[in-house]
């Protein structure tokens, strides 16, 4: 159980990283997401990994810790607001500069580098 937890938290941060290397907006997005539940899943492991246990100490030998879960529940809440906040200011800047690039520097499209020969004489 908890090799298939650390490996799904593992996949979730990679692919993430890897979908906020991307040149544009909506996989940089994505990414956000991906990472915040990795992270959000990190800190759900962080307080143990028990099914059916009580959150209160004392009550029982084995109990489950429930900061872990309100810092998880918080941070769920702020991923929901940021994602949003990212989305609106992605179709922001798609509507002002009719382009998805997150550096701002489109890649040069083949037929204008041939117009761009074509003129210099090269």
């Not at 899943?41 to 028990?50: I, K, P, Q």
Request: hydrophobic letters at 50%.
């Amino acid at each position: 159980m908890e090799l298939i937890f650390a490996l799904v938290i593992g996949a979730l941060t990679t692919s993430g990283v890897y979908l906020l290397l991307r040149a544009r907006t909506f996989p940089v997005v994505m990414g956000l997401t991906l990472l915040s539940y990795g992270v959000n899943l990190f800190l759900f492991a962080s307080g143990r990994l028990s099914a059916g246990q009580q959150p209160i100490i004392g009550s029982t030998e084995i109990y489950a810790d429930p900061l872990p879960q309100a810092l998880v529940l918080t941070a769920i809440v702020i991923g929901f607001a940021m994602t949003a906040f990212v989305v609106v200011l992605s179709l922001r800047n798609l509507a002002d500069n009719e382009d998805d690039h997150v550096d701002g520097c489109p890649p040069v499209k083949p037929a204008d580098n041939k117009q761009e020969q074509e003129e210099t004489g090269k």
